[in-house]
T-cell receptor, first 113, second 112 residues
């Protein structure tokens, strides 16, 4: 079992470019999450999906969109990247939202120039 | 907004010593969790304590929860150099739309 996988591991974008961060899990979990981690800020929730077919905004959703493609996959899209979106992005999953431990992917380190 | 606030922000100890990290939170919770993050990696779950529990053990880890003071502590006994990492508390706030909210983390350095 791979657990939670994220692609790419590293990415450099220019301001205004778009990209999609991919996340996949083989744990048969219902809920999936996207966080960003910035120095001194801890982890902040961008979007989450409580179950296949549903998505909801987290604490910092502006500038992002998400797609829960199926139970396994949850993607995060930056339509027009800005330097303020330079961060490390983590995908996480758990069996059901709020009542269980979360399992994290290895992260995507994104730099926007 | 941050629900959990860890204390201290950084901790440096000698191998073999105990490390105590604290977390305070603001609103009622369903559970509180501690995670570890090694440099350049994702977070790894360590232990979960529910609001009706006061203490929990897992190997060299001991977690306490005081809901009256809205605080928790994580004790790592007989620390090892491999325990060097950042540690985060995360709270699952009580309520219909509860989400896991992470603190800013504690950086623990264990000197060999």
């Amino acid at each position: 079992n791979a657990g939670v996988t994220q692609t790419p591991k590293f990415q450099v974008l220019k301001t205004g470019q778009s990209m999609t961060l991919q996340c996949a899990q083989d744990m048969n979990h219902n809920s999936m999450y996207w966080y960003r981690q910035d120095p001194g800020m801890g982890l902040r929730l961008i979007y989450y999906s409580a179950s296949e077919g549903t998505t909801d905004k987290g604490e910092v959703p502006n500038g992002y969109n998400v797609s829960r493609l199926n139970k396994r996959e949850f993607s995060l899209r930056l339509e027009s990247a800005a330097p303020s979106q330079t961060s490390v992005y983590f995908c996480a999953t758990n069996r059901d939202r709020g009542m269980d431990t979360q399992y994290f992917g290895p992260g995507t380190r994104l730099t926007v120039l | 907004s941050q629900q959990g606030e860890e204390d201290p922000q950084a901790l440096s100890i000698q191998e073999g010593e105990n490390a105590t990290m604290n977390c305070s939170y603001k609103t009622s919770i369903n559970n509180l969790q501690w995670y570890r993050q090694n440099s350049g990696r994702g977070l790894v779950h360590l232990i979960l304590i529910r609001s009706n529990e006061r203490e929990k053990h897992s190997g060299r880890l001991r977690v306490t929860l005081d809901t009256s003071k809205k605080s928790s502590s994580l004790l790592i006994t007989a620390s090892r150099a491999a325990d060097t990492a950042s540690y985060f508390c995360a709270t699952d706030a009580a309520g219909a739309n509860s989400k896991l909210t992470f603190g800013k983390g504690i950086t623990l350095s264990v000197r060999p």
